[in-house]
């Protein structure tokens, strides 16, 4: 049986994605030059004695840096779907999907979202019920 998914990403979500991935990238080539003394806008080293040279600006400039880096990457590895609305026609397949015993992992990756958020969904949807008060599984014992 064949299953349609549906496909449609509006051209706003795109471009809201592209203008924070640019964002990003220009953040850190500020950061980058100013951590290495340079002005971001002419590549001119800064003067000696500005702000930007000093030490402790210097390591926080790299901190803030690797904290860009790093949010970089994860938005990199980030599905595709993740913060997108669910369609009806997903939830009626996550749901059929738990019913069938598919593994959440398996889920995640053929609706192109994160385990947390497939798992997240079932309980929205009343289909698991979430662990009372005590870290455990994923998935309680009892399914609705």
């Known amino acids: ?11 706003s979500t795109i471009l809201r994605a592209e203008a924070q991935i640019m ?11 100013l951590a290495d003394g340079l002005n971001p806008t002419t590549a001119e080293a800064l003067d000696p004695n500005s702000v930007c040279r000093q030490p402790e600006c210097v ?15 994860r938005e990199k590895n980030r599905p595709g779907n993740a913060g997108r609305s669910w369609s009806r026609t997903e939830d009626q397949q996550v749901c059929e999907e738990l019913r ?3 593994d959440i992992n398996e889920m995640a990756k053929a609706h ?6 497939i798992a997240a969904r079932l309980v929205k949807l009343g289909k698991v019920a979430p662990a009372k008060g005590k870290p455990g599984p994923l998935f309680p014992e009892k399914v609705a």
Do not use: C, D, Y
Not at 23 to 33: P, T
Not at 66 to 72: E, G, K, M, N, V
Not at 112 to 117: D, F, I, L, Q
């Open 1 to 11: 049986m064949f299953t349609r998914h549906n496909l449609f990403v509006s051209s």
């Open 112 to 117: 192109n979202r994160t385990v947390p958020a």
């Open 100 to 102: 069938l015993g598919k």
């Open 59 to 73: 390591k926080a400039l790299n901190r803030a840096l690797a904290a860009l880096i790093s949010q970089q990457e």
């Open 23 to 33: 964002e990003l990238q220009a953040a850190i080539s500020i950061i980058r030059s």
